[in-house]
Protein backbone atom coordinates (compact mmCIF):
# COMPACT_ATOMS: atom_id res chain seq x y z
CA UNK A 1 0.00 0.00 0.00
CA UNK A 2 1.71 3.72 -0.92
CA UNK A 3 1.57 5.97 1.68
CA UNK A 4 1.95 10.18 0.97
CA UNK A 5 3.11 11.78 3.98
CA UNK A 6 2.63 16.00 3.32
CA UNK A 7 4.44 18.47 5.07
CA UNK A 8 5.14 22.31 4.61
CA UNK A 9 2.03 23.79 5.52
CA UNK A 10 1.44 26.76 7.94
CA UNK A 11 -0.14 30.53 8.23
CA UNK A 12 1.12 32.99 5.67
CA UNK A 13 0.13 36.61 4.75
CA UNK A 14 -1.76 37.18 1.52
CA UNK A 15 0.44 37.70 -0.75
CA UNK A 16 3.54 35.33 0.61
CA UNK A 17 4.60 31.84 -0.48
CA UNK A 18 4.95 28.43 0.87
CA UNK A 19 6.27 24.81 -1.11
CA UNK A 20 4.34 21.51 0.14
CA UNK A 21 6.24 18.33 -0.41
CA UNK A 22 4.65 15.10 -0.63
CA UNK A 23 6.81 11.89 -0.38
CA UNK A 24 5.58 8.31 -0.81
CA UNK A 25 6.68 5.31 1.29
CA UNK A 26 7.99 3.89 -1.93
CA UNK A 27 9.38 4.54 -5.53
CA UNK A 28 6.03 3.65 -7.17
CA UNK A 29 5.92 7.24 -8.74
CA UNK A 30 6.04 5.87 -12.01
CA UNK A 31 2.73 3.84 -11.66
CA UNK A 32 0.52 7.07 -10.57
CA UNK A 33 0.40 10.65 -11.77
CA UNK A 34 0.65 12.61 -8.32
CA UNK A 35 -1.33 15.49 -7.69
CA UNK A 36 -2.67 17.62 -4.73
CA UNK A 37 -6.51 18.75 -3.90
CA UNK A 38 -7.59 20.80 -0.95
CA UNK A 39 -10.73 21.01 0.87
CA UNK A 40 -11.64 24.57 2.12
CA UNK A 41 -13.97 25.05 5.03
CA UNK A 42 -17.29 24.23 4.34
CA UNK A 43 -16.54 23.03 0.39
CA UNK A 44 -15.89 20.27 -1.47
CA UNK A 45 -12.48 18.80 -2.63
CA UNK A 46 -11.23 20.79 -5.10
CA UNK A 47 -8.82 19.69 -8.15
CA UNK A 48 -5.49 21.76 -7.24
CA UNK A 49 -2.61 20.76 -9.38
CA UNK A 50 -0.94 17.09 -11.27
CA UNK A 51 1.71 15.93 -12.79
CA UNK A 52 2.33 12.74 -14.49
CA UNK A 53 5.65 11.13 -16.00
CA UNK A 54 7.56 10.11 -18.90
CA UNK A 55 6.94 12.76 -20.62
CA UNK A 56 6.48 15.32 -17.86
CA UNK A 57 2.94 16.60 -18.25
CA UNK A 58 1.48 18.73 -15.49
CA UNK A 59 -2.26 20.53 -14.73
CA UNK A 60 -3.58 23.20 -12.84
CA UNK A 61 -7.09 24.13 -11.79
CA UNK A 62 -7.60 27.66 -13.33
CA UNK A 63 -7.33 29.21 -9.75
CA UNK A 64 -3.79 28.86 -9.18
CA UNK A 65 -2.82 28.65 -13.09
CA UNK A 66 0.39 31.29 -12.79
CA UNK A 67 0.56 31.22 -8.89
CA UNK A 68 1.62 27.08 -7.87
CA UNK A 69 4.07 25.51 -9.46
CA UNK A 70 4.24 21.24 -9.03
CA UNK A 71 7.49 19.70 -9.96
CA UNK A 72 8.88 16.20 -8.69
CA UNK A 73 11.44 13.21 -10.05
CA UNK A 74 9.59 9.72 -10.76
CA UNK A 75 12.84 8.39 -9.77
CA UNK A 76 13.07 9.83 -6.78
CA UNK A 77 9.57 9.51 -3.75
CA UNK A 78 8.66 12.89 -3.72
CA UNK A 79 6.70 15.95 -5.20
CA UNK A 80 6.60 19.75 -4.25
CA UNK A 81 3.92 22.27 -4.67
CA UNK A 82 5.48 26.17 -4.76
CA UNK A 83 2.67 28.01 -3.97
CA UNK A 84 3.59 32.02 -4.40
CA UNK A 85 1.07 35.03 -4.73
CA UNK A 86 -1.05 32.96 -1.58
CA UNK A 87 -4.49 34.52 -1.20
CA UNK A 88 -7.02 33.85 1.54
CA UNK A 89 -8.83 31.90 -0.62
CA UNK A 90 -6.33 29.33 -0.88
CA UNK A 91 -6.82 28.43 3.00
CA UNK A 92 -7.82 24.70 3.30
CA UNK A 93 -6.01 21.59 3.69
CA UNK A 94 -3.86 20.04 1.04
CA UNK A 95 -3.80 16.78 0.11
CA UNK A 96 -1.08 14.79 -1.44
CA UNK A 97 -2.89 12.15 -3.70
CA UNK A 98 -1.94 9.58 -6.45
CA UNK A 99 -3.92 8.69 -9.24
CA UNK A 100 -4.04 5.97 -11.74
CA UNK A 101 -6.70 6.78 -14.08
CA UNK A 102 -5.78 10.43 -14.53
CA UNK A 103 -9.12 11.70 -14.11
CA UNK A 104 -8.71 13.53 -11.16
CA UNK A 105 -11.86 12.60 -9.45
CA UNK A 106 -11.95 12.28 -5.72
CA UNK A 107 -13.93 8.96 -6.62
CA UNK A 108 -11.04 7.63 -8.86
CA UNK A 109 -8.12 8.61 -6.60
CA UNK A 110 -5.76 5.45 -5.28
CA UNK A 111 -4.25 6.94 -2.54
CA UNK A 112 -4.52 10.36 -0.33
CA UNK A 113 -2.08 11.61 2.15
CA UNK A 114 -3.47 12.63 5.93
CA UNK A 115 -3.05 16.49 4.66
CA UNK A 116 -1.51 19.41 5.74
CA UNK A 117 -3.24 22.94 6.49
CA UNK A 118 -2.18 26.05 4.68
CA UNK A 119 -3.89 29.14 6.31
CA UNK A 120 -3.47 32.56 4.56
CA UNK A 121 -4.26 35.56 6.54
CA UNK A 122 -5.92 39.06 5.03
Known amino acids: QLQLVESGGGLVQAGGSLTLSCTAS????????IGWFRRAPGKDREFVAA????????DYADSVKGRFTISGDSAGNTVYLQMNSLKPEDTAVYYC???????????????WGQGTQVTVSS
Open 97 to 111: VADSSYIWDPSTIDY
Open 26 to 33: ERTFSRYA
Open 51 to 58: ISWSPAVT
